[in-house]
């Protein structure tokens, strides 16, 4: 079984200063799972939001956001629960996939290829779904006609190989531009990877083990 944690925080121009920096130090990298997943690969998703020097997830933040502005739009009270149970709802019905095989993942800047008994796993930049910056760097695809990477000047290395029983963790993180304001936001993104002989994992998994690898592409964000 291959199980994956996908976690991802974003803020705005206002946590940029130095005591919402600090904040962002003690983010947690991993959390339990929600249920138990058993599949030949499983993907939990977690989204969270930085506001001050707090943290929300998409729930909270989901909420939090309509009875701001829906009371605006002229939506009863009724209404306004009515819309958060219905998002709710969708939220939670993709925090958690499941998949026949790594073949059928399509995870940003992440390869996944079968290696002996377990997986190599890959970081490219995809320039489709990134933000800033450009990432360059080795590019193990380059000369492959086959590879969607062929001729590439970005980077895509081997972060790590996992075996039966060991932990992987990839960080990195990206400035992006608000289709609508077009101001910029930023985003930590952090896969926790489990390459597991058991298909009925503990839900505290991640938190209760340290990665064997850690692989980063942390860059400064301005």
């Known amino acids: 079984m291959l199980l994956i944690q996908n ?16 904040a962002r130090r003690r983010f947690p990298l991993a959390y339990p799972l929600s249920k ?6 499983a993907v939990q998703t977690l989204s969270f939001f930085q506001h001050g020097e707090t943290f929300v997830d998409s729930l909270q933040d989901m909420r939090q956001g ?8 002229g939506f009863t009270s009724e209404q306004i629960r009515q819309e958060v149970v219905h998002r709710t709802r969708w939220i939670k019905k993709h925090q958690e996939q499941c ?8 995870l940003t800047n992440l390869s996944i290829r079968p290696w002996q008994d377990g997986f190599e796993l890959s970081f490219f930049y995809d320039e489709h779904r990134s933000g800033m910056p450009y990432r360059r760097g080795h590019n193990q695809d380059y000369q492959k006609i086959q590879s969607p ?12 190989s996992l075996q039966l029983g060991q932990y992987g963790r990839i960080l990195w993180n990206e400035r ?7 101001e910029w936001y930023y985003q930590l993104h952090i896969y926790n990877i ?29």
């Open 176 to 182: 992006r531009t608000d289709c609508d304001t077009r």
């Open 149 to 160: 990477l062929y001729q590439k000047d970005c980077i895509n290395e081997v972060a790590f």
């Open 7 to 22: 976690v991802d925080l974003t803020w705005s121009k206002r946590e940029r200063g130095s005591e919402c920096a600090k």
């Open 36 to 41: 138990s997943m058993s599949a030949a690969v």
């Open 99 to 106: 998949y026949r095989s790594a073949a059928d993942l399509n």
């Open 194 to 222: 489990f390459c597991l002989a058991d298909r009925v994992p503990s839900v505290n998994l991640f938190v209760a083990n340290e990665p064997d690898f850690v692989y980063q592409q942390l860059a400064h964000l301005y």
């Open 66 to 73: 309509l009875e701001v502005f829906l009371p605006g739009l």
